[in-house]
C-alpha cells in the first residue's frame, strides 16, 4: 500500500506536466519586434483563411492574433501581396475567404475537367429566393400572397436543402407561423458580404431592370401548389 502511495503523482504534479505539455498559444509575441510581430500575424491570419473551406470570421481570427492587432489592416496588407496572383482575399457572409480570380476559371475548368460548383433553381425558385432576400422574414402565406398563388412546401424544401434559406422567427399572425430567411450559404454563394450588398430594389425599380409587377407577370404558371393554406 505504502509502494501505491508513493508512486501515484500528486494532482498539483499532474497539473504542471500537463501545462508543460501544452503550452497556452502566443496571441500576443511580445517578444519580437512589431514589424516581425506583424508579419507572423499575417501569416497566421492568411494560414486560417487559406484551410478553411468557408468564409472565416472576424471573430475566429481574433483568436490568433494580438489583442491590439488591427484585422481590417492585416486584411488589406495581405490583400496587397495578393496583387497579381491568381487567387485573392474576398469578404463574403461576414467574414473573408481565398478565391480563384475569376480571369483563372477557363483555366482550371480545362486542367481539372470540374466545372465551378453550381446549384440548379428553377425560375419559380430563384424568384422565391430572390424575394425572400429582399423582404424577409416573410413565411410561405406572405410569399404565397406576393405570387398571387400558394407557394408548395416542396419549393420551400429545395431552397432549404440547397443551403439558401432557413426558419426564422414565428410570425406574430394567428398561428405563429415560422417565416423564412436567407443563410449565409446564400452571401457566400451570391459573392455578398451582407445584405446591403443587394442591389438596391428601388434603384432597380427606377432603372426599369426590376419591379414587383414585373416578378408576378414573370412568375410562371407552372409554380407548384400545395395541397394546403396552412403553414409548415
Not at 480571369?103 to 486542367?111: E, L, N, V
Not at 426564422?168 to 445584405?195: C, D, E, I, K, Q
Amino acid at each position: 500500500m505504502a509502494a501505491e502511495q508513493s508512486t501515484k503523482p500528486k494532482p498539483d504534479q499532474s497539473r504542471a506536466a500537463r501545462s508543460k505539455a501544452a503550452p497556452l498559444f502566443d496571441r500576443e509575441l511580445e517578444h519580437l519586434p512589431p514589424p516581425a510581430r506583424w508579419r507572423e500575424w499575417m501569416g497566421r491570419v492568411e494560414a486560417v483563411i487559406f484551410a478553411a473551406s468557408a468564409p472565416v470570421s472576424r471573430d475566429a481570427l481574433s483568436k490568433v492574433v494580438g489583442q491590439q492587432c488591427n484585422i481590417d489592416l492585416i486584411i488589406d496588407d495581405i490583400r496587397e501581396e495578393l496583387n497579381g496572383r491568381p487567387y485573392e482575399l474576398v469578404s463574403v457572409a461576414g467574414g473573408w475567404q481565398h478565391r480563384t480570380r475569376s480571369g483563372f476559371s477557363d483555366a482550371i475548368k480545362t486542367a481539372s475537367g470540374v466545372s465551378e460548383r453550381t446549384v440548379d433553381l428553377s425560375q419559380s425558385e430563384a424568384l422565391v429566393l430572390m424575394t425572400i432576400g429582399y423582404f424577409q422574414p416573410l413565411t410561405r402565406s406572405e410569399l404565397s400572397g406576393f405570387f398571387g398563388r400558394e407557394i408548395s412546401r416542396d419549393l420551400i424544401a429545395n431552397l432549404r436543402s440547397a443551403g439558401f434559406i432557413a426558419s426564422g422567427p414565428r410570425s406574430p399572425t394567428p398561428g405563429a407561423p415560422y417565416t423564412y430567411v436567407t443563410t449565409p450559404a446564400f452571401l457566400a454563394h451570391f459573392g455578398l458580404n451582407t445584405l446591403r450588398d443587394l442591389p438596391d430594389f428601388e434603384t432597380l425599380e427606377d432603372a426599369g431592370l426590376l419591379s414587383r409587377k414585373q416578378l408576378l407577370a414573370d412568375s410562371p404558371e407552372g409554380l407548384p401548389l400545395a395541397g394546403g393554406a396552412d403553414e409548415d
